[in-house]
């Protein structure tokens, strides 16, 4: 669906969860907002007001509720537009009582995300301030509470903005440049620009570092637990997960896949991954089950490394600094002088989430401005652009205005990240996963 400006059409829908609750809020946008209070309540109430009134039909004249009215003047709601919210109790019969009546009354079902579609197209936020919303929306741990948080607030919006008055400034120098050769300009004005760039530039390389983190906290870090077979990989996942989550067994090469249980660890997403046990094997199914686990650990953002008393290596994984090697099924010796952990027991485990969230938090630290993948794009095609600006201006016999035409590139490329060009290409995907009422 492609999104292009507001729709003249007044919007409701129930904001609140659905079911049976205390309270269901039932949100209006549109022109129509004052008309639609006054027919069912006989008045607009005082902007920003509880007003506590009975809701009639205007059909039967039936009272279908009496609930707390909010009315928020066009300008200064969330939508930019006239709205209302309706505090309804919260039975099913009472907000599908009152929603025919708004039907009745010329407003239509909102389509999910509309209300912050309408704030954006209205100007009360920028697109990186609507990702910001959403990823607010689904946070389930602290540390991505305070992530989507910050973007919600502004800090992509004006870290962006920083950058690009920044560029527009050194693309004044360098059409100063451009347009004054014959007259008598500052001699060190295209060593100005230079200075610019490299500092943008570099700051634009370290917002790539940060991003990379981001998009791992947004969609949860992975930890790999591997082993051999029989070394207690399922054993400790059904500890960590408090539930038979895996299937454990004598029998080796009993896990064939790879199993997650996910966990919040102070704040931080983390799913750990149950895999197969590392050996040489005929049996085919195995074998799939012992590719897969190479290919999640090579990918995974940290692995902890079960191996027996004796073992330092694992066959078919390289080890990286970053790995837990610990010593599995502790609880079966009296004697360890390194880290053990058991799932049997419980020995250690306290220890290694420890371990594993000090790591992590290691990456959050690098967290930038920018949140997700549309944004690290931004940043790369502002990067290339800003390469090859400073290429014309460096090189002998550069051509300047090559160079400018470039650093208005790298405007542009900024621009998409929160929306001032280019707004139609992306509304469609950020909003297909927003619910109806938000």
Known sequence: MIFTRPSADTIFATATAPGRAAISITRISGDRTQAILNRLIGQVPPERLMTLAKIISPDTKEVLDEALIVYFAKGKSYTGEDSAELHLHGGRAVTQAVAQCLLKSK??????????LRALLNGRMDIAQVEGLGDLIDAQTEKQRDQAMRAFRGKTSGQT?????????????????????????????????????????????????GVKHAERLREGYEVAIVGLPNSGKS????????????????????????LEVQMDLDGLPVNFLDTAGLRETQDRVEQLGISKTKERAKAADLRIFLLNRDETSLPGVIAKASDIKVIAKSDLYNDLKSFGVSGKTGQGVDTLLKLVTEKLEDSVQQVGAMINARQRVAIEQTVQCLDNAMMELTKDHGVDEIAAEEIRGAVKALETITGRIDIENVLGDIFQNFCIGK
């Open 235 to 258: 054993t400790l996942l059904n500890y960590l997960a408090k539930r038979d989550a895996a299937i454990t067994s004598s029998i080796p090469g009993t896990t064939r896949d790879v």
């Open 161 to 209: 903005n920083q950058w690009r008055d920044e560029l527009i400034q050194c693309l004044a120098l360098v059409e100063t440049e451009i347009e004054f050769t014959d007259e008598a300009i500052p001699p060190d004005i295209k060593q100005r620009a230079e200075n610019v760039l490299l500092s943008l530039h570099h700051s634009l390389l370290e917002e790539l570092k």
């Open 107 to 116: 407003a239509r079902l909102a389509e999910p995300g509309e209300f912050t």
